[in-house]
């Protein structure tokens, strides 16, 4: 008997992708609104100069300006950490500098995540050499359970617990980013039928 050429494939595995909302935008808001007045109140006769760390921290940086009052300055820089999102090397290289000099101003550092510190940890060592009047660093989101170093943000919006998020400029292989809740990435596996 001829062994039958059709093929018969058997059901296969595919994983799901979803995003289950832990912060919505309504709360992020309020949050950063408020996080904007305690700066402001800690230094109520400074022009603040914030930098950004591109890319995760585009949408706080630019909501946190807007709801800081006075004079308010704004400057990026990025870099990259090597090993992927979920298992950091702990190596950080700078792939884009400041445009202007900190020397002399009030430096807030905006950051989207705090996480095991090494990215914060390596940039406030670059910032300090160039002699800023003060440096402050603003997370929207910690995570401390992953701290491996000894950095510490000034200003938090939210403490979660040790789940990788997206949205709100956060990503996973650079999707979510414009999401406007952040989220907790949920990788589920279903049986597609064929
Ligand atoms: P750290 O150097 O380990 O503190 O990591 C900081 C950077 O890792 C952040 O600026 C984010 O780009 C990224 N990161 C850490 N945790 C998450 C997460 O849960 N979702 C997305 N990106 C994350
Ligand atoms: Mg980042």
Redesign the pocket.
């Known amino acids: 008997m001829p062994k039958s050429t059709r093929y018969k494939p058997k059901s296969k595995r595919q994983t799901v992708e979803g995003v289950r909302t832990l912060i919505p935008r309504e709360q992020i808001q309020r949050r950063i609104a408020e996080m904007a007045q305690e700066i402001r109140r800690d230094f109520p006769l400074e022009p603040l100069h914030l930098v950004g760390?591109l890319k995760?921290s585009i949408f706080f940086l630019t909501d946190l300006a807007r709801e800081i009052s006075g004079d308010v300055s704004l400057d990026f820089i990025a870099v990259s950490?090597y090993g992927d999102?979920t298992h950091?090397s702990g190596e950080?290289k700078l792939t884009r500098d400041l445009d202007a000099s900190i020397e002399g101003r009030t430096v807030i550092v905006v950051?989207?995540?705090?996480?095991?510190?090494?990215?914060?940890q390596y940039l406030l060592r670059v910032f300090e050499q160039r002699k800023p009047r003060r440096i402050r660093v603003a997370v929207l989101l910690d995570?401390p359970e992953?701290r491996i170093t000894r950095v510490r943000a000034d200003y938090v919006g939210f403490t979660i617990p040790n789940?990788?998020?997206?949205g709100y400029g956060?990503?996973?292989a650079e999707r979510y980013r414009n999401l406007a809740d952040v989220g907790v990435l949920t990788l589920g596996a279903r049986v597609k039928k064929t």
Request: hydrophobic share 40%; glycine share 8%; no cysteine.
């Open positions: 760390v995760g950490s999102r950091t950080v950051e989207d995540i705090l996480d095991t510190g090494m990215t914060l995570k992953r789940e990788f998020v997206v956060l990503d996973y």
